[in-house]
């Protein structure tokens, strides 16, 4: 807290590390909102020192001091006269406190109508009250234009009805990047002055939630002025909305929402001209709710959960009405991609000038930043897309001006010109396109361009136009009205067009399954292949967006694989620092902080120095844990039971002698830990490897005597049902006794069980890493990122950048896994790692400093085994 508290004041760059179990979360609060309360009071007492004496100078009828005209002075540092200086120096300080009085009164009239809906509930009621009325007035003026409505004749514009309507884009107006759409900028609310505050930001909304839970249960959780941000997917209480389930159809739909309630008056004024349509607006998005509920907000401390019961109750948006709190909250809670990607930073009223930053959960920093502006389309996706947007552009040709229609030819152009680069044709099949030339090609950005002649579009406006004109929701709405067999089109013609268009829809989909095969995918949700399938143009806006980076700081992969459809364009992004520079540039202070934070030279060269940040400025802070040091046995093993040294190399790994040598050592373990073991293995496929070789030899019939066997699942909703499963085993056996002692939960570095996951007590007595997850130095993508930190960086104790990396990155997913274990004051846990590199000082040095002090490199596993067995033992027996 100290530390923490000295960095803030310094205005540093902080680098702290602190285990998990060892307070972390109440250290930062408590160190920082100390701080910040300390800052306000400095700056309170500058302020009155500023009013008093300006006070006592009007009573004394004081004047800017002046010289007598034709008496010159000295002259000033520009060469004016000494009066000039000085009436211009007195009217700076006048100015100033000007502003400090402006400043006071805003204060004392947003504490004071804090304070009365604090102590008033009254307040409270009567606008519940008041928001009951008004849902009955509209409700009846509505039924009154629904039957007046009635009446209408239809609009002779165009035979499309109402709701076909809402698929047409509206007139582009402006390519002029300064220029304001009307209704699509920020409320002037968010243009309020900014207090000074604290961004906290950590990776996921659960470890943000368990945050706020913090901070209410601190001294500081009545008086803190704290506001929780989130995505529309989290926040949104509109039932309409929440259904289109994936993120970017959400916030889409909200926007158009917002764009028809700004066009609502204009329409209505232009009665008798304006088409006959039912554009819907969210009966969430009103003023003066949302400001109520941000008046509620900051008055006591909500996390997610209770900030969308509040919405729910005050018919009130909570992701609008949180941001209407961010001038004047105190403590900013956020998931860090939306504080690291500038245009969503931007687009939530976020000012980081002169404010604080701190990152929570950031071992993986560089990662997030890395994948946020990174981006990849399938020939798939392309393709499908250029049918979808060809269809689109026919069926409304005549209702799309003359700016709209030359954007959607660009846009066509460039799937055209994307496919041709993956050797394919949009006007056939992907998935009956043989690539001829397969393999995967590296690209500078330049390069990319100019060989797929896209060279002289302005990249730059077509990403505004897609932006401005929601064109992807536009022809998602298209795709959802005629793509489904159950929809029907109003001419035989459009049929025949569209009949066409749903069968490539459905070759697409049944091509991508035959031809998917059983490579590794990332697993998804189904809302994200609905997605994927129906709205392709969202994530080539993405490729798009990426596409106007500087040329040294990405490359284009080009991957050929088999089809066209197999095939991808992929932007990876080499430079993470560009933009986090502009994160530590505004900022007051900037806190990087985790329970893992080693190796941190990855963050001080890749991401701080890039960045710019004078390495004077970079502060690193560590603490141990508040275990007893006899809580904790970690070993590195150089040999297995039968003295074969273990090497776990890509060569030698998978050797028989090796899987069971391994398995040997993991029986042996299991007689003598008690509760749960987790053994941690480099890949799925290495760990499925083993399995399988245990089973052959018989090996796993021998370690299921003591503990049963789970298997980390691949997709991420099977996790939560092992690890159930997993704990109620060991619970059982622990109080049952008998022969069975737990169970051995076989995981995968990263994995799901690697990171986030809690193996306190028995669910972890002991960690077993086997091997060194090194990361796969075959990879174009790391093969890039490699070159790239040799050319840029210098190198670091004879080593080169690129060896540096590949040690770090194998570091810190070793880190990450063995911090599984060893969650809170009380408890133990033995580590084992497996093989004999992890002694050697440029690797030892890269484990967690806490670990490092204590652990133990035993050559023979006789002597390893004859600690772990007196560590368990002596433990069961305290226990």
């Excluded at 500023?50 to 002259?75: F, I, K, T, V």
Aim: proline residues 4%; glycine residues 6%.
């Amino acid at each position: 807290m100290a530390a923490l508290y000295s960095a803030l004041e310094a205005g540093r760059v902080g680098i702290f590390e602190s285990p998990t179990g060892t307070g972390k979360s109440l250290s930062l609060i408590c160190g920082a909102l100390s701080w910040l309360r300390d800052f306000e009071e400095k700056k309170r007492q500058e302020e009155a020192r500023l009013l008093a004496l300006e006070d006592s100078g009007q009573e004394r009828g004081e004047r800017p001091a002046a010289a007598e005209p034709g008496h010159p002075g000295s002259g000033g540092a520009a060469g004016e006269p000494d009066w000039v200086t000085a009436f211009v120096q007195k009217k700076e300080e006048r100015d100033a406190v000007d502003r400090l009085k402006e400043e006071q009164i805003r204060r004392k009239k947003r504490e004071n109508r804090l304070e009365k809906i604090r102590h008033n509930v009254q307040l409270k009621y009567a606008a519940k009250r008041k928001r009951s009325e008004e849902d009955e007035t509209k409700r009846l003026l509505q039924l009154s234009k629904d039957v007046i409505s009635e009446g209408d004749g239809v609009d002779v514009l165009e035979q499309l009805d109402h709701n076909e309507e809402e698929l047409v884009l509206a007139e582009y107006e402006s390519d002029d990047e300064k220029k304001v759409i009307s209704g699509l900028e920020d409320d002037d609310d968010l243009e309020e002055e900014h207090v000074t505050k604290i961004y906290y930001c950590s990776r996921t909304h659960s470890q943000l939630s368990q945050f706020v839970r913090e901070v209410q249960k601190s001294p500081f959780g009545k008086d803190t002025r704290l506001v929780s941000l989130g995505s529309r997917q989290n926040l949104c209480v509109n039932e309409e909305v929440r259904r289109l389930g994936a993120l970017q159809l959400i916030n889409d739909r909200c926007m158009e929402m917002q764009k028809n309630k700004h066009e609502k008056k204009s329409d209505e004024k232009m009665e008798g001209k304006r088409r006959h349509a039912s554009h819907a607006i969210c009966p969430f998005y009103s003023y003066e709710q949302m400001q109520f509920l941000c008046d509620e907000v900051l008055v006591e401390v909500k996390d997610i959960e209770q900030l969308v019961a509040l919405g729910r109750e005050t018919k009130a948006c909570p992701y609008y009405g949180s941001r209407y709190a961010i001038p004047a909250a105190q403590l900013v809670v956020l998931p860090y991609q939306m504080l690291l990607h500038e245009p969503t930073r931007s687009a939530a009223g976020i000012k980081l000038k002169d404010q604080v930053v701190i990152i929570d959960e950031a071992h993986n920093l560089i990662d997030t930043i890395t994948c946020i502006h990174s981006a990849e389309v399938s020939g798939s996706q392309l393709c499908c897309a250029h049918s979808q947007l060809s269809q689109y552009m026919e069926r409304y040709r005549k209702r799309l001006k003359a700016k709209n229609l030359m954007y959607i030819k660009q846009i066509l152009y460039l799937l055209e010109q994307f496919v041709a680069m993956l050797g394919g044709n949009v006007n056939q099949n992907p998935g009956c396109q043989a690539v001829s030339q397969t393999g995967t090609v590296l690209k500078s950005i330049n390069d990319f361009l100019f060989q797929s002649q896209i060279d002289n579009i302005n990249l730059f406006k077509v990403r505004r136009y897609c932006e401005k004109s929601l064109i992807s929701r536009k022809l998602f709405g298209f795709v959802e009205r005629y793509g489904g067999p159950a929809t029907t089109v109003k001419t035989n013609k459009e049929n025949q067009k569209l009949a066409g268009f749903q069968n490539f829809l459905l070759t697409l989909k049944q091509g991508s399954d035959k031809e998917a095969g059983t490579p590794w995918s990332p697993p998804v949700e189904a809302e994200n292949d609905q997605l994927r399938t129906a709205s392709p143009l969202m994530q080539i806006e993405g490729f798009l967006s990426a596409l106007t980076n500087a040329n040294q700081d990405g490359r284009v992969i080009v991957n050929r694989q088999g089809t066209v459809g197999q095939s991808s364009l992929k932007f990876l992004l080499l430079n993470p620092a560009v933009y986090f520079a502009k994160v530590v540039e505004e900022c007051r202070a900037v806190i990087i902080a985790g329970g893992t934070m080693q190796p941190v030279s990855d963050f001080r060269e890749q991401l701080l120095s890039c960045a710019g940040v004078d390495p004077a400025r970079v502060v690193e802070f560590s603490c141990g844990h508040v275990i007893p040091p006899e809580n904790i046995l970690p070993i590195i093993l150089c040999s297995g039971p039968s003295n074969q040294q273990l090497e776990f190399t890509y060569q030698t790994r998978d050797l028989p002698q090796m899987m069971d040598e391994t398995g040997r050592i993991l029986c042996n373990l299991c007689n003598v830990v008690p509760g749960g073991v987790v053994c941690f293995f480099p890949s799925y496929e290495y760990e499925k490897q083993v399995y399988a070789h245990w089973e052959k030899t018989g090996l796993l019939t021998r370690l299921a005597t003591k503990k049963k066997i789970f298997q980390e699942p691949k997709k991420a909703n099977q996790v939560e049902q092992v690890l159930v499963e997993y704990a109620k085993c060991i619970k059982r056996c622990s109080q049952a006794g008998g022969q069975m002692t737990g169970a051995l939960l076989l995981s995968v570095v990263g994995g799901k069980m690697s990171e986030g996951i809690n193996f306190s007590d028995d669910l972890g007595r002991c960690v077993i890493m086997v091997g060194m997850p090194y990361p796969n130095i075959k990879s174009p993508e790391l093969q890039e990122k490699m070159t790239w930190l040799d050319k840029t960086m210098p190198r670091a104790a004879g080593q080169a950048p690129s060896r540096v990396l590949i040690e770090n990155l194998c570091m810190k997913a070793v880190n990450q896994s063995i911090g599984r274990a060893i969650r809170h004051q009380k408890d133990f846990a033995s580590i084992l790692l497996l093989d004999h590199r992890y002694a050697r000082p440029a690797i030892f040095n890269k484990l967690p400093q806490w670990i490092r002090e204590r652990t133990q490199v035993k050559p023979a596993f006789g002597s390893a085994f004859a600690e772990l067995r007196k560590f368990h033992r002596g433990k069961v027996d305290a226990l």
